[in-house]
């Protein structure tokens, strides 16, 4: 049965009616469907009809399958604004600016790197910082820091860190143009300082993986996956540099909303008008934070390659350990959109959701504009994560994205009190999976039953057409904060 | 008297706490924080810190002051154990005794990468003060 107030399009979407809420000037649509619905939190809802009230607001206020209550915006929310009579809103981009996974292909199979999971969980625990409190290897001097911000990912490759090829995988090149480090608050560069590479704590972790179930074996090939292969992926973004300066612009943002006349239905959807100093300012800093984010998965990636040629004895290109690709799930970018048939340029803010265009954009690699954008989903550690492809649906419909993970399912508490009495470690291992990790609570929040099945949550998008199965990964060992 | 206790709220932490005046409230408000990132009895101190932080409101001042603990705590580990504040209208000044958190010895609970402004209230009941505060995790 539907929800109260809700109209269910098809089987993958359900419509926020525009009377929902007073104020909406669009309607919302989440795509989700009646398994994943009954999940379905009321106060989520209210927010995709919040984000609707919004100023400029262009199509509907989407929200993907993985939906949870968020911040002003949900956790898997987009939306798109005008450039001139919108917004933008760093609730709608999150603490965690850039946030993001990569995914690293080997040529190994998994019989050949079974017996070495543990050896190569410790040695990624051992190299890569992990936790709460943990300081990076990396203290980043002044104008370091501030190559860091203006050259994200490719700073790094340039210092020895990584290859060429490393950043043509990445969304954006692992470097989005215009930010500006001078107007970051020194509380951020302090906070910055010793986080570079470093993975952070409750959902952030790194994994190793193999191929399980191929869906698209035309797209699989171009991406270089193969069934029973070993790839790695990795969870993390900008670290304390990117929640301060979300933090510090909240803080521009309560006022700018009030000088600007903005209504708002909530405090933490604060905006300012596109057009403006405030926005300016904030697009400019938080692409500095997005390049952080860019840095610190490549430094991680490079400690990964450097622990596999320790356990192997050899060169990371012998093993064919290359990026396939490298996607944002908080950030709000300046895109071009066909709306209407007119091409249109809009902000779009993707909080908990990725960007999935399709072939042919120009955006896209070489190597991958025959096929579309990848898309990289990370489930929980005990199930599944999966490899998509952007569709010209998606781009149709929902401004080129899709989810971006399981979605949570439990509270903290919810997930300590089940997981009271029992070893999830152990459990884990029973299930082929090493763990590694440094909150001792961490385990329990984490553990499978705590997440929505990401498997639910990628059929919705795939049988929406906003992307397309191309394969399913499963956990063999993890390192979590 | 209860402090504070938690909130359960889906894949984030919050906060209910009381306090009998505000700098109370705000102390305790502090503890409580601190108390979600480790177990705040194991860190050894001494360290001592000042804090001023000014707002537009009660509210607001509340977020901001946990916001500069947040930074304290993720830029140098400072964990407070005890706060000696004073608030006039909605400026605060505080002195912060504790200590540095250790990641090999100190308990890693939960990173907290902000105090929101999400259903955030500080009330006065009867003589009381009461407060919610969700942090992002």
């Known amino acids: ?481 | 008297m209860k402090k504070y206790e938690p909130i359960d709220i889906s894949g984030d932490a919050g906060l209910r706490i009381w306090g009998d005046g505000l700098p109370e409230l705000f102390a305790n408000a502090a503890e409580g924080m601190f108390n979600l990132i480790t177990d705040v009895l194991n860190v050894t101190g001494p360290e001592e810190r000042e804090v001023a932080v000014r707002a537009e409101s009660i509210e607001d001042l509340l977020i901001k002051w946990l916001n500069e603990l947040v930074f304290l705590f993720d830029t140098f580990g400072l964990v407070g154990k005890s706060f000696d504040i004073r608030i006039e209208n909605t400026s605060l000044k505080a002195k912060i005794s504790g200590g540095i958190f250790n990641p090999q010895a100190n308990e890693s609970r939960l990173l907290i990468k902000a105090a929101t402004y999400h259903n955030l209230s500080v009330r006065k009941i009867n003589s009381k003060w009461e407060a919610v505060v969700i942090f992002d995790i």
């Open chain 1, 1 to 481: 049965m539907t929800i109260e107030g809700l109209h269910r399009i098809d089987a993958t979407r359900l419509e926020v009616p525009k009377g929902y809420k007073a104020g909406m000037r669009t309607n919302g649509i989440i795509y989700i469907d009646e398994v994943l619905e009954k999940e379905l939190e009321k106060e989520a809802i209210e927010q995709v009809a919040n984000v609707s009230t919004l100023p400029g607001i262009v199509g509907s206020s989407l929200a993907m399958p993985d939906i949870h209550t968020g911040y002003g915006f949900t956790i898997g929310g987009v939306a798109a604004f005008d450039l001139k009579e919108g917004i933008i809103s760093p609730g709608g981009v999150g603490y965690d600016i850039n946030c993001g996974v990569r995914l690293l292909r080997t040529n190994l199979a998994r019989e050949e790197v079974a017996p070495k999971i543990k050896e190569l969980i410790e040695g990624f625990y051992r190299d890569i910082p992990t936790g709460v409190g943990s300081k990076g290897k990396l203290r980043l001097n002044s104008e370091e820091h501030r190559k860091v911000l203006l050259q994200g990912a490719r700073w790094v490759v340039e210092q020895g860190f990584g290859e060429k090829e490393d950043l043509i995988h990445a969304e954006s090149g692992g470097c989005i143009d215009g930010a500006d480090p001078g107007l970051i608050s020194d509380k951020a560069y302090e906070r910055g300082r010793s986080q570079l590479g470093t993975l952070g704590s409750g959902n952030h972790f790194t994994e190793i993986q193999y191929v399980d179930e191929i869906y698209d074996e035309k797209i699989a090939n171009a991406l270089g996956l193969f069934k029973t292969q070993i790839t790695v992926m990795i969870h993390t973004g900008s670290r304390g540099f990117g929640h301060q300066v979300c933090t510090d612009f909240l803080e521009v943002m309560q006022r700018s909303a009030a000088k600007y006349k903005i209504e708002l239905p909530d405090r933490e959807l604060a905006c300012a008008p596109f057009d403006s100093p405030e926005a300016r300012d904030y697009l400019a800093s938080m692409r500095a934070a997005a390049n952080f984010a860019w840095a610190n998965r490549q430094f991680i990636m490079y400690w990964v390659k450097e622990s596999f040629m320790n356990v192997f004895g050899t060169g990371p290109k012998m093993i064919g350990m290359s990026l396939i690709y490298d996607v944002a799930h908080n950030i709000a970018k300046v895109e071009e959109h066909i709306v209407n048939g007119q091409k249109r340029k809009l902000v779009i803010h993707r909080k908990g959701a990725t960007r999935a265009f399709p072939p042919g954009h120009p955006e896209l690699p070489d190597a991958y504009k025959h096929i579309g954008q990848p898309v990289i989903i990370p489930g929980d550690m005990g199930r599944a994560s999966y490899v998509l492809i952007g569709t010209e649906r998606g781009m149709a419909e929902a401004f080129g994205s899709t989810c971006h993970g399981a979605g949570r399912l439990m509270s903290r508490h919810q997930a300590i009190r089940r997981a009271k009495g029992r070893s999830i470690r152990r459990e884990m291992e029973d299930m082929g999976i090493v763990v590694r990790s440094a909150g001792r609570e961490t385990l329990a929040e984490e553990m499978p039953e705590a997440y929505k099945n990401v498997s639910n949550v990628v059929d919705v998008v795939h049988n929406a057409g906003l992307s397309k199965k191309v394969a399913r990964l499963r956990p063999l060992g993890v390192i979590k904060g």
